[in-house]
């Protein structure tokens, strides 16, 4: 069965170019993006591991720790990625899996056989440091993903985990966030010393609590 929001993110063992790994020993306390490329030496996948090697400051600013995983091999990994650090001018230093078993692939569901029956698509996991699964996304392989999405997830994941707020559609970092239902308004106030704007009883506007 396919994994679901909340879920517990499975734990597994890989062997990826940065050594072999246990996931959750790799992940530790922090927050973690798990994802899937449907293959090596793919002009698509180079583009986003490129990107995301370019954002390793963003992502440890948040306690992230990335990961990627495709069914190709180590030494086909190792090859593939000295042509991203040429091509894209970065320094990939995240581990990928070499999953070409699969195990990883079928742990989390990432081979869609009605797009394509050997390749993974683009699934993208956001888990939390309890090791839950707190968003997931899928793109054909076709599409490149935003990458300063995932971001403003995880801004909003953890918005959510350490201030009890929710983000409003396309909210921004530093925009005023909402106020989640379960908290009374009279609750709130005291909350959030920034203030809270009543639009109506369920709708509460607060800034952004980690901001200045
Ligand atoms: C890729 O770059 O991974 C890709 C591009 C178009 C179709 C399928 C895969």
Redesign the pocket.
């Given at each position: 069965m396919s994994l679901r929001l909340g879920d517990a993110a499975p734990n597994f063992k890989a062997v990826t170019t940065e050594g072999e790994i246990d996931f959750y020993e790799y992940l530790g306390d922090n927050w973690g993006i798990l994802f899937s490329?449907?293959?090596d030496y793919?002009?698509?996948?180079?583009t986003e591991l490129g990107k995301t090697a370019l954002l390793k400051g963003e992502f440890a600013k948040r306690g992230v720790k990335v990961l990627a995983v495709s069914v190709d091999p180590i030494d086909s990994h190792l090859g593939w990625r000295n042509d991203i650090n040429e091509t894209q001018s970065c320094t990939v230093d995240f581990p990928i899996i070499a999953d070409d078993k699969r195990e990883v692939a079928a742990l989390y569901d990432m081979i869609h056989p009605n797009a394509s029956e050997k390749a993974t698509v683009r699934s993208l996991f956001v888990i939390g440091p309890d090791k839950k699964v707190k968003l997931i996304i899928t793109y054909p392989?076709?599409t490149g993903r935003n990458f300063f999405e995932v971001l403003r997830v995880v801004d909003s994941l953890q918005l959510t985990a350490n201030y009890s707020v929710a983000t409003p559609a396309d909210w921004k970092a530093g925009e005023d966030v909402i106020v989640v239902p379960s908290i009374s308004t009279e609750d709130a106030v005291k909350k959030f010393p920034k203030g809270v704007k009543v639009v109506k009883p369920y709708l509460r506007y607060t800034p952004q609590p980690n901001q200045n």
């Amino acid at each position: 069965m396919s994994l679901r929001l909340g879920d517990a993110a499975p734990n597994f063992k890989a062997v990826t170019t940065e050594g072999e790994i246990d996931f959750y020993e790799y992940l530790g306390d922090n927050w973690g993006i798990l994802f899937s490329h449907p293959a090596d030496y793919t002009p698509v996948c180079t583009t986003e591991l490129g990107k995301t090697a370019l954002l390793k400051g963003e992502f440890a600013k948040r306690g992230v720790k990335v990961l990627a995983v495709s069914v190709d091999p180590i030494d086909s990994h190792l090859g593939w990625r000295n042509d991203i650090n040429e091509t894209q001018s970065c320094t990939v230093d995240f581990p990928i899996i070499a999953d070409d078993k699969r195990e990883v692939a079928a742990l989390y569901d990432m081979i869609h056989p009605n797009a394509s029956e050997k390749a993974t698509v683009r699934s993208l996991f956001v888990i939390g440091p309890d090791k839950k699964v707190k968003l997931i996304i899928t793109y054909p392989a076709s599409t490149g993903r935003n990458f300063f999405e995932v971001l403003r997830v995880v801004d909003s994941l953890q918005l959510t985990a350490n201030y009890s707020v929710a983000t409003p559609a396309d909210w921004k970092a530093g925009e005023d966030v909402i106020v989640v239902p379960s908290i009374s308004t009279e609750d709130a106030v005291k909350k959030f010393p920034k203030g809270v704007k009543v639009v109506k009883p369920y709708l509460r506007y607060t800034p952004q609590p980690n901001q200045n």
